[in-house]
């Protein structure tokens, strides 16, 4: 699939000006509120008519101002999933789910009922009316309401932000499987750097209005100059890995990636298995030599690859670890005591307990149980 | 199959003796005084007529006006174009006048030689004055402000993004409304009809002003009790009918009272 979108639209005083193509996979919409992201996936529905600009979607026309070309949303073929479900309330679970069928030919019908009643485990739910179920499994349904509509695209615009921490981490792993199994490629609009890293593929950095960076998530979350977009307190490089063993005596996984090999409290994973860790630049330290007497389980060698000094006593450090990005927030006065410079060899620490399994993500056989139990300790 | 022959023939036994018991009882002294009070509270031939008339005036005005009722409350709530206000003022029009002032405009337009009775009477053989379609308009128009307003009131509080909802879904406009809006505002068309049904109901002065006051023909139950009054020994008659009027008018509270519960109950609404 390619998207490819270049459009204006003025909202009051809010102007969108936004353009930028992509693959396929799942792709993060990221941003601030009020970045203009909702605008955005309103834009590819077909909600909005751009004053100005085109939208493409695999070589399709959707929009074309310059043309006149717009085509409405009930014949785009684009499944959406709004933040508040849209449930329609005087129809049972199940009609909601079968409503896209009314509309779609039988042969055009695709992604098949049964399956995607498994895939989001709402099987039970069918003949309940929406005004009966709980946030968690609204949005469930919503899911499988608009991936039974047959989409060439899905949009889902912030589907968690109207749930609670535990709610969030019962649908996360189904938005995994579905990343996984459908091959409906998935446009995610979130403001949750957490839940970006966790499932994108590709990130557009949204921020006012405009397009500030576009790219594979690893290198869009690991460029200093746009933590002040992606958000300081939260940023944090990302790292592919391997489960490497399980030791059973103290309750530990290792995992083995570029940088070199981590321990991190048990994970419900495979040997074997693929994921991506998600390390905060405030959970890193660094130290000059290899430190000896340190609780620190994880203690990897790298390279001062870029030091980014903002006007205040914290400094963005981006490490280069045999290839692989670390990040590290330290207070100015420590970089200057150890005299990091670009180039400087240093080791990072980091302790296991700061990488909980809320950090993690890819195709770990865990259930809704499991995260649910991470979120409890 | 004997065996339920035999049973048939007992039932009908039965049924004849039960039968013979209630005629002789009918015939009997005390039944007859009670049936004299029963006598009493029956409706005479010409009231019925005017009930009957009354019945189906209302319901084909309210029938008739509901179609229009719907397309103009959605193009009040929905729409934005020139002349919208002038529309609502035009809609509500009939609420504020005096009744004679709107049945004696219906009589002028609408009449005979009026400029749209006379091209509905000569094109499509369509004659109001003085007959009982002439009630069912006049009605209509009397009703129509109710009908719209309870219907636009309940299309303002449907949720417009679920009918975006449904857009997304492959339904284009028409599915949409029929699918998403229609069931929606299903209470508020439910009471615009029963509110609609009683003004027609009960409507008196643009109706006798339009189409006089002709038994059998525009003779609805207002008109029938009004002329009950004007006359000597009319008392029982008019009090008969005005009895009927209490009870239809009861009904209709009644079943828009279960059907709105109903509906309530479908949206899971607590």
Redesign the interface.
Same mark, same amino acid.
């Given at each position: 699939m390619t998207l490819a979108l270049d459009i204006r639209h003025r909202l009051g005083t809010f102007l969108l000006d936004a353009r930028f193509e992509t693959g396929s996979g799942l792709i993060a919409l990221f941003g601030r509120s009020g970045a203009g992201k909702t605008s955005v996936v309103n834009t590819i529905? =077909?909600?909005i008519r751009p004053h100005a600009g085109t939208v493409m979607l695999d070589g399709t026309v959707l929009v074309d101002t310059a043309r006149g070309v717009f085509v !409405? !949303?009930?014949?785009?073929?684009? =499944?959406?999933v %709004?933040q508040?479900g849209?449930l %329609? !309330?005087?129809l049972t679970v199940r009609q909601n789910l079968l409503? =896209?069928h009314? %509309?779609?030919p039988p042969a055009a019908r695709g992604d098949g009922f049964e399956r995607v009643l498994g895939l989001l485990g709402i099987e039970p739910l069918l003949e309940r009316?929406? =005004?009966?179920l709980s946030g968690g499994e609204k949005q469930r349904v919503a899911i499988g309401?608009?991936l039974l509509?047959n989409p060439r695209l899905l949009l889902m615009d912030e589907p968690l932000a109207a749930l609670d921490e535990a709610r969030k981490a019962e649908i996360l792993p189904y938005i995994e499987r579905l990343r996984e199994q459908s091959r409906v490629p998935i446009v995610y609009v979130s403001h949750s750097i957490a839940e970006v890293t966790r499932l994108a593929s590709t990130i557009v950095l949204l921020s006012e209005g405009k397009v500030a960076a576009v790219g594979p998530v690893s290198e869009v979350m690991h460029r200093l100059d746009l933590f002040p977009l992606t958000g300081r307190a939260e940023a944090g490089a990302v790292v592919e890995a391997v489960v490497e063993r399980h030791d059973e005596r103290f309750g530990l996984t290792e995992l083995r990636s570029r940088a070199g090999s981590w321990r991190l409290p048990r994970l419900d994973a495979e040997v074997g298995a693929r994921l991506r860790l998600r390390v905060r630049a405030r959970d890193v330290m660094l130290a000059k030599s290899a430190p000896t007497d340190v609780s620190a389980l994880n203690v990897l060698p790298g390279i001062v690859a870029d030091i980014r000094v903002g006007d205040g006593p914290i400094v963005d450090i981006r490490l280069d670890c045999n290839g692989e990005a670390l990040l590290a927030r330290l207070t100015r006065y420590s970089v200057e005591r150890l005299g990091l410079a670009p180039g400087a060899p240093v080791h990072a620490l980091i302790k296991s307990v700061a990488l909980d399994r809320r950090s993690l993500s890819g195709p770990i056989a865990q259930g809704p149980g499991a995260d649910a139990e991470a979120d409890e300790a | 199959m004997e065996h339920s022959a035999r049973l048939w023939s007992a039932g009908a036994g039965v049924l004849r003796t039960l039968l013979g018991r209630f005629v002789a009882g009918v015939r009997s002294e005390q039944l007859r005084v009670r049936l004299s009070a029963m006598d009493w509270m029956a409706l005479s031939p010409e009231e019925w007529t005017a009930v009957k008339l009354s019945l189906r005036v209302a319901v084909v005005a309210t029938l008739f006006s509901l179609p229009f009722g719907i397309a103009i409350a959605m193009a009040l709530a929905r729409g934005r174009f020139w002349g919208q206000s002038l529309l609502n003022g035009l809609v509500l029009m009939p609420l504020i006048l005096p009744p004679v002032v709107t049945g004696y405009l219906l009589l002028i337009v609408f009449g005979r030689k009026g400029p749209v009775g006379a091209f509905l009477a000569d094109h499509f053989g369509i004659v109001f004055s003085f007959r009982w379609t002439g009630a069912a308009l006049a009605c209509g128009v009397m009703g129509f402000p109710l009908l719209v307003r309870a219907i636009r009131l309940s299309i303002e509080a449907v949720?417009a993004?679920?009918e975006?909802?449904?857009?997304?879904?492959?339904?284009?406009r028409a599915?949409v409304f029929l699918?998403?809006t229609l069931?929606?505002i299903a209470p508020g068309i439910i009471a615009g009809m029963i509110l609609c049904f009683a003004k027609a109901m009960g409507e008196f002065g643009a109706t006798i002003t339009f189409v006089s006051n002709i038994p059998g023909e525009t003779q609805t139950l207002p008109s029938a009790i009004y002329t009950f009054t004007q006359v000597p020994g009319g008392d029982s008659g008019a009090l008969r009918l005005t009895l009927v009027s209490v009870a239809i008018s009861m009904l209709a509270l009644v079943a828009s009272e279960l059907m709105a519960r109903s509906a309530n109950r479908?949206?899971?609404?607590?």
């Open positions: 529905a =077909g909600l !409405p !949303p009930h014949r785009r073929r684009i =499944g959406y %709004f508040e849209r %329609f !309330p005087h409503y =896209g009314w %509309f779609t009316r929406p =005004g009966r309401r608009a509509s | 949720d993004r679920l975006q909802a449904a857009s997304t879904l492959g339904a284009n599915w699918t998403v069931p929606l479908r949206l899971d609404i607590e």
